[in-house]
Every structure is written in C-alpha cells, then in structure tokens.
C-alpha cells in the first residue's frame, strides 16, 4: 500500500491545520492499525503522534497532543486523517502516516510509510 499526505502548510501559534493520508489500497482490513508521526527539524528519530485501531476504531495519542489533535479515518476512503488544533511553535516536523501504530498500548510494527507533509507553526 502507498500513503499520500496533504494539509500540511504554515500557520502560526494557536491556529488549526488538518492532514489527510490517503491510501492507494484497502488499509483498514490489511493492517491493524494506521498511525500518524512527526519528524522535528534536526532530528533523526520519528516519533508517533496518533494511531487509529482498524478493529474497532480505537484511538489513541501521545499525552503532548491530547485534547489538542483528534484521529478519525474514511473507511470508504480509504483515508485517514489527523485534525490539529492549538498548534505550537513545538509541532513544527513533517508529519507522516504509515501502517501500525507508536502509541501504547496499541504499538507495534509500523511499515508502508507515505513521503510526509511540513507543517510549520510560527510563534
């Protein structure tokens, strides 16, 4: 499966963005989960913001966006996607979807990842 993201642009502190993860294929019946992750300007490692469960819709997200960042998917779509609100200076990073879930306690093996969309968050 490939993932191609959108939404991403600049906005500035406490503005609103909403990203889509649009599959080429069937996700929700293939994988066990469908996760989105950031990369932050000057570091190497992702980190895993979100997921969303494909059995039963679960969602799940890392404690520095809860209340801010909300998960939901199109199954009919075959999208998923991850609305940000409050943005920070601090959630400026590529944001990137992928197959699986970073995010206790629904972690496991991530893989199919799409090529990432910027957002950036001004102060």
């Known amino acids: 499966v490939q993932f191609v993201e959108s939404g991403g642009g600049l906005v500035q502190a406490g503005g609103s963005l909403r990203l889509s993860c649009a599959a080429s294929?069937?996700?929700?019946?293939?994988?066990?989960?469908i996760g989105w992750f950031r990369q932050a300007p000057g570091k190497e490692d992702l980190e895993g913001v979100s997921c969303i469960s494909s059995s039963d819709g679960g969602t799940y997200y890392v404690d520095f966006v809860k209340g801010r960042f909300t998960i939901s998917s199109d199954t009919a779509k075959n999208t998923v996607y991850l609305q940000m609100n409050s943005l920070k200076p601090e959630d400026t990073a590529v944001y990137y979807c992928?197959?699986?879930?970073?995010?206790?306690?629904?972690?496991?093996?991530?893989?199919?990842w799409g090529r990432g969309t910027q957002v950036t968050v001004s102060s």
């Open positions: 992928a197959t699986g879930c970073a995010v206790p306690p629904l972690a496991g093996p991530v893989g199919s």
């Open positions: 294929g069937s996700i929700f019946d293939n994988y066990y989960a």
